[in-house]
């Protein structure tokens, strides 16, 4: 009953910026982990950075100092600030939650992706 729905993405010159925003939706009783997975052609998914519901954050560290990672626990949203992207930043960029809900079997907790957003660095 939980979905993530991911925007932002697209076609960017290098040292540009893009903003991706994640929205989780359903049942949810609270969010422990928001954070962004990447996976480039050939390449193994690889964790950019995630964000606690206290807002404690880690970055992978080919991305400190570029991107930054935030959250509204209000709207159950997560941001990517993107900046001075390079062309090895190109991936699909994949939304990651780690949700609490309560339903018909009472509370849960699993892990939720979204769909993936594209995100191409090139000149």
């Known amino acids: 009953q939980v979905q993530l729905v991911e925007s932002g993405g697209g076609l960017v010159q290098p040292g540009g910026s893009l903003r991706l925003s994640c929205t989780a939706s359903g049942s949810i009783v609270s969010i422990y982990l928001m954070g962004w997975y990447r996976q480039a052609p050939g390449k193994q998914r690889e964790l950019v950075a995630h964000i606690t519901n206290s807002g404690s954050t880690n970055y992978i560290d080919s991305v400190k100092g570029r991107f930054t990672i935030s959250r509204d626990n209000a709207k159950n949203t997560v941001y990517l600030q993107m900046d001075n992207l390079e062309a090895e930043d190109t991936a699909v960029y994949y939304c990651?939650?780690?949700?609490?809900?309560?339903?018909?079997?009472?509370?849960?907790?699993?892990?939720?992706w979204g769909q993936g957003t594209q995100v191409t660095v090139s000149s």
């Open positions: 990651n939650a780690d949700v609490r809900t309560y339903g018909g079997l009472g509370y849960r907790r699993n892990d939720y």
